[in-house]
């Protein structure tokens, strides 16, 4: 009886020590859980951004071909590159510029049809094109912004899933907002008929 209790708690041992080992291994992969962190955090919470950021790195550095962990970790980016600007430190601020920039248009060239990454260099872009005091670049953010979310509108017209239905809804309405705030009201009208047709 004692032989059978030993050997089932080596066995357990065993077991446990290879799980744990498999849990350590696991490759992490983007998920809802980063997507929130990674938007909470862009909306000012610091310690979502902290965490998204570190976990994104992870994934990364375990496949560096992940281009929607890579389109968001570009968002953040820029994020922190006008949080540098407005506290005056440029160096930084130029740093994280190029840097998210370079992996939101990686992300592109690597996934250019996934409708989830062109939403979100899309609408980056866009917002960031409102506010860039330099024109050319900021027309240069525009012109892609807008190819992104054209390209989700052209290719989610007909889709009835909830995923498509949902994304193309806010492509749409990102230029309904940014047409409207830039005062071309027929360009923002055109695109609220778009939003009304069933």
Known sequence: MKKHTYIATLFAIILFASVSTFAQTET????????????????GDSASLERAMAKAEKIL?????????????????????????????????????????RKMDEAISLDGDNIEVLIVRGSTYISASAKYPVKE????LRSLGTADLEKIISSTDGKTDGKSVGIRTKAISIFVKHYTETGDKEKAESYKKILTVK
């Open 28 to 43: 992490p992969k983007f998920d809802n859980d980063l997507m929130t962190d990674f938007s909470k955090g862009m909306g």
């Open 61 to 101: 550095a375990a496949n560096p071909k992940d281009s929607q962990t890579m389109v968001w970790a570009g968002a953040a980016t820029l994020l922190q590159s006008g949080q540098a600007f407005m506290s005056g430190n440029f160096a930084d601020g130029g740093k994280f510029w190029a840097e998210g920039r």
């Open 137 to 140: 670049e900021a027309d240069k």
